[in-house]
C-alpha cells in the first residue's frame, strides 16, 4: 500500500485511517478517502457525524490522534497558503467594529508577514475577492450592518483573497435566502473550474447538480463517486436511524430501494 | 497634584488602548480577574518587603498567562476559572498582608488608587509601559484585530494566536499595574470598560474607538482629579463616578435622540 507521494499527482485531501475523538468521545473512526484536484466534494450526515470536526482536521485546525491528512501531499499546516476557509459561524464575534474590507484582509494573512503592513497586491486582492462575490460596494460597511447572506460572501470574499487551491465551506446557506443560496452554488459552480471544493451542507437537493462526489459522514465516510444524492442518502442522513443504513454494508441496502428515479424529477 | 494629572494623562492612554481591545473582545471580566489577582502579588511584597508594583506585576503577568492557558485548554468554564483567581488573589493578599508585621494604613490606596501620591519615577514607569503597550498594539495591530474579530480564522491562516492571546493578556496585566495606582484595583473595570463603550457608540472603526476611548478615559481621570481636589473626596472613586455619570447621561440621550428620530420617521 506504500506509495510515493509527490506533490503533482498527489491528491488534493487525502486521509488514511485518520481517528479522531474529543476526550473519551470518538467523532471519526478510521476515515480513509482521497479526492482528486478540482473535485466539488458535498460532505453530507446527520448533527454530530463529524462534518465540521473533517473540515478543521483538513485545514490542520485539529490534528488527528491516528492516521494521516495530506493536502497535496504535504501536511494541512505547511499548505495554509492554499487552504481557503468559510466557517459555519457567521458572526464569529457579534457587533465587532470592523469594516469589510478589513476583514476580507484578513484572508490575506497567510501571504503577509507578522507585524508587515499589507501591500497594495493585498489590497487589490481583497478588492477583486468582494467583486467575485458582488460586494464591492459594501467594501467600506460595518460588518456588522450586513445581513446573514451578504455576511456570507463577505466571508466567501474572505477565504477567496488569498487565491486558495482549495475551498473548504462549512454549511454556506445556513440562514440565507434562496436567491442567494443559488448565486452562491453558481459561483462555487464558476471557482471549481480552477479549485477543489470541500462543502458541507443540509440543502442536499439544491447542491446535488453541482457537485461531482458525495460523501456521507458519520464517524465512519463513505465516499460516493458518482457525485448523485438519492434519496437512500438523504434518508439514511436524516430520518432513518443511520447506524442501520449507512453504516456497514450501505451499497446493499442502496440497492434493495429504488426511489432514484422520484428524487431526480423532484430535483427539476 | 501636577503629577497626578500627568499619571491621569498616561494611564488614559493605555485604558484607551488595552480597554478597547478588551471591550471588543468581551474581556471585561478577564481584566477584572487579572487586577483582582494582583492583589496576591501587593501581599507578598508587603510581607517579603519589596516593592508592591513589583508584586502585583508579577502576579498580574502570573495571572495573564494563567487565564491565556484556561481560554486555550477550557474555553466553556473561562468565567469559573476568572472567579478562582480573583477571588483566590484577594485571600492570598489579605492573608500574606496579616502575616507582614506592623500596620498597613496604605493597603487601601492600592484597593481604591491614590492618585496625589505618584512619584516622579511612577510617572516615568507608567510612560515606559504607555510606549510598551502602544509598540506592541501598533506593530501587530492587524493580527490583533483579525484575532479578536475570529481566532478560528486567523488559526487557519497560520498565526500564532495562542501566544497573541498570551500576549495580549500580559497588555492587559500591565495596564491594570498601572491603573492600581490610580484608581485602584477595584475600580479598574470602570476605566477599562467605559471608556470604550462610549466610543464603540459614536464610531464603528476600532481605530477612532481606541483614539476616542483614549481621549475619554484621560478626560474622566483629569475632571475626576479636579471634583476631588475640590471635594476632597477620594480621587480613584471620584474618576469612577464622572465616568459612570457620563456613560449614564450618554446613554439616556442617546437613547432620547433615537426614540425622537424614530418617531419623526414614523410620523
Known amino acids: 500500500m506504500?506509495?510515493?507521494?509527490?506533490?503533482?499527482?498527489?491528491?488534493?485531501?487525502?486521509?488514511?485511517?485518520?481517528?479522531?475523538?474529543?476526550?473519551?468521545?470518538?467523532?471519526?473512526?478510521?476515515?480513509?478517502?482521497?479526492?482528486?484536484?478540482?473535485?466539488?466534494?458535498?460532505?453530507?450526515g446527520p448533527n454530530g457525524g463529524g462534518k465540521t470536526t473533517l473540515l478543521k482536521l483538513c485545514l490542520g485546525l485539529l490534528h488527528p490522534q491516528k492516521g494521516t491528512i495530506r493536502i497535496y501531499g504535504k501536511e494541512p499546516e505547511k499548505m495554509r497558503k492554499i487552504l481557503g476557509y468559510v466557517p459555519q459561524n457567521p458572526n464569529p464575534n457579534p457587533n465587532f467594529p470592523v469594516s469589510v474590507i478589513d476583514v476580507v484582509l484578513m484572508g490575506r494573512l497567510s501571504h503577509v508577514r507578522l507585524g508587515r503592513k499589507y501591500t497594495k497586491e493585498d489590497y487589490n486582492a481583497a478588492i477583486e475577492a468582494l467583486d467575485r462575490?458582488?460586494?464591492?460596494?459594501?467594501?467600506?460597511?460595518?460588518?456588522?450592518?450586513?445581513?446573514?447572506?451578504?455576511?456570507?460572501?463577505?466571508?466567501?470574499?474572505?477565504?477567496?483573497?488569498?487565491?486558495?487551491?482549495?475551498?473548504?465551506?462549512?454549511?454556506?446557506?445556513?440562514?440565507?435566502?434562496?436567491?442567494?443560496?443559488?448565486?452562491?452554488?453558481?459561483?462555487?459552480?464558476?471557482?471549481?473550474?480552477?479549485?477543489?471544493?470541500?462543502?458541507?451542507?443540509?440543502?442536499?437537493?439544491?447542491?446535488?447538480?453541482?457537485?461531482?462526489?458525495?460523501?456521507?459522514?458519520?464517524?465512519?465516510?463513505?465516499?460516493?463517486?458518482?457525485?448523485?444524492?438519492?434519496?437512500?442518502?438523504?434518508?439514511?442522513?436524516?430520518?432513518?436511524?443511520?447506524?442501520?443504513?449507512?453504516?456497514?454494508?450501505?451499497?446493499?441496502?442502496?440497492?434493495?430501494?429504488?426511489?432514484?428515479?422520484?428524487?431526480?424529477?423532484?430535483?427539476? | 497634584m501636577r503629577n497626578a494629572l500627568i499619571a491621569g494623562v498616561l494611564i488614559g492612554i493605555s485604558c484607551g488602548v488595552v480597554g478597547s481591545f478588551v471591550v471588543v473582545n468581551r474581556a471585561v471580566f478577564l481584566a477584572g480577574g487579572i487586577a483582582h489577582a494582583a492583589y496576591g502579588g501587593i501581599g507578598l511584597a508587603f510581607l517579603c518587603g519589596f516593592s508592591p508594583f513589583l508584586g502585583a506585576t508579577l502576579f498580574a503577568l502570573f495571572t495573564s498567562t494563567l487565564l491565556a492557558v484556561a481560554i486555550q485548554r477550557w474555553d466553556q468554564r473561562l468565567d469559573t476559572v476568572i472567579g478562582v483567581l480573583w477571588a483566590t488573589g484577594m485571600a492570598l493578599g489579605t492573608i500574606l498582608i496579616d502575616l507582614s508585621p506592623g500596620y498597613h494604613k496604605d493597603v487601601m490606596?492600592?484597593?481604591?488608587?491614590?492618585?496625589?501620591?505618584?512619584?516622579?519615577?511612577?510617572?516615568?514607569?507608567?510612560?515606559?509601559?504607555?510606549?510598551?503597550?502602544?509598540?506592541?498594539?501598533?506593530?501587530?495591530?492587524?493580527?490583533?484585530?483579525?484575532?479578536?474579530?475570529?481566532?478560528e480564522f486567523a488559526m487557519t491562516v497560520g498565526l500564532p494566536v495562542k501566544l497573541f492571546q498570551c500576549i495580549f493578556l500580559w497588555l492587559v496585566g500591565l495596564a491594570v499595574v498601572m491603573m492600581i495606582r490610580v484608581v485602584g484595583l477595584i475600580l479598574v473595570i470602570a476605566l477599562f470598560s467605559i471608556p470604550p463603550n462610549i466610543a464603540e457608540r459614536l464610531t464603528s472603526s476600532l481605530k477612532r474607538i481606541i483614539l476616542f476611548g483614549s481621549l475619554f478615559a484621560i478626560a474622566f481621570s483629569v475632571i475626576g482629579l479636579l471634583i476631588s481636589y475640590h471635594l476632597n473626596t477620594s480621587s480613584g472613586a471620584t474618576i469612577v463616578m464622572v465616568a459612570a455619570t457620563t456613560y449614564l447621561v450618554f446613554l439616556s440621550l442617546q437613547d432620547i435622540l433615537n426614540r425622537c428620530f424614530y418617531n419623526n420617521v414614523e410620523g
Open chain 2, 109 to 151: 490606596s492600592y484597593l481604591f488608587g491614590s492618585i496625589l501620591a505618584v512619584s516622579r519615577s511612577d510617572l516615568y514607569l507608567m510612560l515606559l509601559l504607555d510606549a510598551l503597550i502602544l509598540a506592541v498594539i501598533g506593530f501587530f495591530y492587524k493580527e490583533f484585530l483579525a484575532i479578536s474579530f475570529d481566532a
Open chain 1, 2 to 44: 506504500s506509495r510515493s507521494i509527490t506533490n503533482k499527482n498527489a491528491p488534493a485531501i487525502e486521509f488514511k485511517h485518520v481517528w479522531f475523538s474529543y476526550d473519551s468521545h470518538v467523532v471519526l473512526q478510521d476515515v480513509s478517502f482521497s479526492i482528486t484536484d478540482k473535485d466539488f466534494l458535498a460532505l453530507i
Open chain 1, 133 to 268: 462575490v458582488g460586494m464591492k460596494d459594501f467594501r467600506d460597511s460595518p460588518i456588522e450592518k450586513l445581513s446573514g447572506g451578504q455576511k456570507q460572501r463577505v466571508f466567501l470574499a474572505r477565504a477567496l483573497a488569498a487565491d486558495p487551491k482549495i475551498l473548504l465551506l462549512d454549511e454556506p446557506t445556513t440562514g440565507i435566502d434562496a436567491p442567494s443560496q443559488s448565486m452562491l452554488f453558481e459561483l462555487l459552480r464558476e471557482l471549481n473550474s480552477h479549485m477543489t471544493i470541500v462543502l458541507v451542507t443540509h440543502d442536499t437537493i439544491a447542491i446535488s447538480r453541482y457537485i461531482k462526489t458525495v460523501a456521507c459522514v458519520n464517524q465512519r465516510l463513505f465516499l460516493h463517486e458518482e457525485g448523485k444524492i438519492t434519496k437512500e442518502m438523504l434518508d439514511a442522513t436524516y430520518q432513518c436511524p443511520v447506524d442501520l443504513i449507512a453504516h456497514g454494508i450501505p451499497h446493499r441496502v442502496f440497492d434493495e430501494h429504488n426511489h432514484v428515479h422520484e428524487d431526480e424529477e423532484r430535483d427539476k
